[in-house]
């Protein structure tokens, strides 16, 4: 259980290192604290707080044992925090770097401008925010493809889930069936279906966000392409303008010819002088004396 004590955080820590669990659990276990901070950060900082100094010793333990799959998850709950303002840049970048290494990685396409960063444009003069806000580069068809091919997985479409999720025992949902424990053993089989049922819940709200995260990476994607494509459209409409123009006038000019042809003589219906028996005078015969 979580209080407001200040050793939720270090808790968290304890346990997330120490647990014998795969690693794919451990990363469940950072889906829960991101759902507890989030939640929490709209009622007071108490958990958010208690959360800044290890949390990052708990992204480098899980990102240690992980495979890049689980790293990606990772980032996109990382990005969620940055995007949100969570926690200050100072916690972001070590965050970063316990994730990442000591080298920052590069953006991913298409990232979205962090709510720091449009602070900072707005405080910035005309030409430099026009500088930022220029548009981004357009996506390779390849990458918009492989965006909607991982969506094809993505948690809403997750079936299965839902079946856990609809199928959950009343007990773990509502707080008034509570009375009803009458002794240990009833309450500790209780709270095993609840603890599972959080860590069900976490795990699936954990993806539900970074889906929520990649659906909007992707609509900037296909704002960016369709951007493109309506330059290139009006680019290659002028093209089209042009050689329309073009075909007019080498019509134009073939019409003209035609017209021109028609009206000189057809020299192949002139006598053939060169095949016959006429004998053309000679220079001597025109200037003789006779």
Known sequence: SLSTNGDAGPAFNRNIQHLTAKPNRKLTFLYLANDVIQNSKRKGPEFTKDFAPVIADAFKHVSSETDESCKKHLGRVLSI????AVYENDVLEQLKIALYGEKKPKK???QEVK???EEEEDEEDDDDCSEKNSPEEPPQ??????ALQELENAASGDAAVHQRISSLPVEVQDVSLLD???DKNSGDRLSKMVDDA????ADYNGRLAAEIDDRKQLTRMLSDFLRSQKE???EKEQQLDEYKRKLARVSQVRKELRLRLQSLPDLSRLPNVTGSHVRLPYSGDIYSDD
């Not at 925090?81 to 949100?84: A, N, V």
């Not at 959080?198 to 819940?201: P, Q, T, V």
């Open 141 to 146: 068809t390849s990458d918009l493809i492989r």
């Open 108 to 110: 991913r396409p298409y």
């Open 232 to 234: 290139v459209l009006d």
């Open 115 to 117: 709510v720091a960063e």
């Open 81 to 84: 925090w940055e995007e949100r």
């Open 180 to 182: 009803k424990i009458t």
């Open 198 to 201: 959080c860590m069900l819940l």
